[in-house]
């Protein structure tokens, strides 16, 4: 199999699954629950963390990773009090399907959306989940009835597989929450500013910062070195092999098939403007890893 298969599927499927939490549509949901929607991390939080149940913030932010600790105190368990777990993965789906309603309405009785959830739910049921704790509560949910609730709920495993085993990649390569962002700043993913909602201060970025340099990762600006590009490099060549299992049990003439039916609502998020153009993601920003 390509080994820069998994990397361009996640591509494809990352906008589809994160609309969640930039929609109207969405946050329309969240402040029916009483969620402050006048920034989006109250509800971002909600939604991605209600399959693990009432988690608390220890939990969160090891989920999480890239979060700082104090910005997670300031939601969890706090949304936990607005509605507790089950309410909001009942509205997490209604948000799910006002998302697609919007922007996806005429693909949804299409054949080949039909055949895009098949080959979803497929590459989901094989993901692996030991060790990947949100993979594992979002697979452990009940199935949606609706296919386009069940293509969500699909990609949403396969987002979180990946993110899972990113984060164990990250550990393997020494690289601490707050670093993980620094180095990521520093070979240009995005400008230092979009982490903001990450929630570090400024002393704590340069701290991290600091033991970047002394490993040298980073020089005395912040940049990457080449020490630095060649380590984050090595972390999403692991990321990549991480996340192949459910593209391998798939195939790839099939995985080349869902990334082409998945193109239509890719585009259709992009084009809807909602999405930051300069995520933190590293969506189409940071060139894939040299194998």
Same mark, same amino acid.
């Given at each position: 199999?390509?080994?820069?298969?998994?990397?361009?599927?996640?591509?494809?499927?990352?906008?589809?699954?994160?609309?969640? &939490?930039?929609?109207?549509?969405?946050? /329309?949901?969240?402040?029916?629950?009483? &969620?402050?929607?006048?920034?989006?991390?109250?509800?971002?939080?909600?939604?991605?963390?209600?399959?693990?149940?009432?988690?608390?913030?220890?939990?969160?932010?090891?989920?999480? &990773?890239?979060?700082?600790?104090?910005?997670?105190?300031?939601?969890?368990?706090?949304?936990?009090?607005?509605?507790?777990?089950? /309410?909001?993965?009942?509205?997490?789906?209604?948000?799910?399907?006002?998302?697609?309603?919007?922007?996806?309405?005429?693909?949804?009785?299409?054949?080949?959306?039909?055949?895009?959830?098949?080959?979803?739910?497929?590459?989901?049921?094989?993901?692996?989940?030991?060790?990947?704790?949100?993979?594992?509560?979002?697979?452990?949910?009940?199935?949606?009835?609706?296919?386009?609730?069940?293509?969500?709920?699909?990609?949403?495993?396969?987002?979180?597989?990946?993110?899972?085993?990113?984060?164990?990649?990250?550990?393997?390569?020494?690289?601490?929450?707050?670093?993980?962002?620094?180095?990521?700043?520093?070979?240009?993913?995005?400008?230092?500013?979009?982490?903001?909602?990450?929630?570090?201060?400024?002393?704590?970025?340069?701290?991290?910062?600091?033991?970047?340099?002394?490993?040298?990762?980073?020089?005395?600006?912040?940049?990457?070195?080449?020490?630095?590009?060649?380590?984050?490099?090595?972390?999403?060549?692991? /990321?990549?092999?991480?996340?192949?299992?459910?593209?391998?049990?798939?195939?790839?003439?099939?995985?080349?098939?869902?990334?082409?039916?998945?193109?239509?609502?890719?585009?259709?998020?992009?084009?809807?403007?909602?999405?930051?153009?300069?995520?933190?993601?590293?969506?189409? /920003?940071?060139?894939?890893?040299?194998?």
């Amino acid at each position: 199999m390509d080994r820069a298969l998994p990397r361009r599927a996640w591509h494809h499927l990352e906008p589809v699954h994160a609309a969640l &939490y930039f929609m109207p549509e969405a946050f /329309t949901e969240a402040a029916v629950l009483g &969620y402050d929607v006048s920034d989006r991390w109250p509800s971002y939080f909600a939604w991605r963390a209600a399959p693990l149940g009432a988690a608390g913030p220890e939990l969160t932010c090891a989920t999480f &990773y890239s979060f700082s600790p104090a910005a997670v105190a300031r939601h969890v368990p706090a949304v936990w009090t607005v509605a507790d777990p089950p /309410t909001v993965l009942a509205a997490r789906l209604r948000a799910v399907d006002a998302v697609f309603r919007s922007l996806h309405r005429e693909h949804l009785a299409s054949p080949e959306f039909a055949e895009l959830v098949a080959l979803a739910r497929r590459a989901a049921d094989a993901a692996d989940t030991a060790g990947r704790p949100l993979a594992a509560a979002n697979a452990g949910l009940d199935p949606a009835d609706e296919p386009h609730l069940a293509l969500w709920q699909a990609l949403t495993v396969l987002r979180e597989h990946r993110g899972d085993g990113h984060l164990a990649a990250l550990l393997a390569h020494g690289l601490d929450p707050c670093e993980s962002l620094v180095s990521f700043a520093a070979i240009g993913a995005a400008p230092v500013e979009n982490f903001a909602g990450r929630g570090w201060t400024a002393e704590e970025w340069s701290a991290a910062r600091e033991r970047l340099a002394a490993r040298g990762w980073v020089d005395a600006h912040g940049a990457a070195t080449d020490a630095g590009r060649a380590g984050r490099n090595e972390v999403e060549k692991l /990321t990549d092999r991480l996340a192949a299992g459910p593209w391998a049990a798939l195939g790839a003439e099939r995985t080349e098939r869902f990334m082409e039916l998945m193109l239509p609502l890719f585009a259709a998020v992009i084009q809807s403007g909602r999405l930051p153009m300069r995520s933190t993601l590293g969506i189409a /920003t940071v060139p894939p890893p040299v194998w």
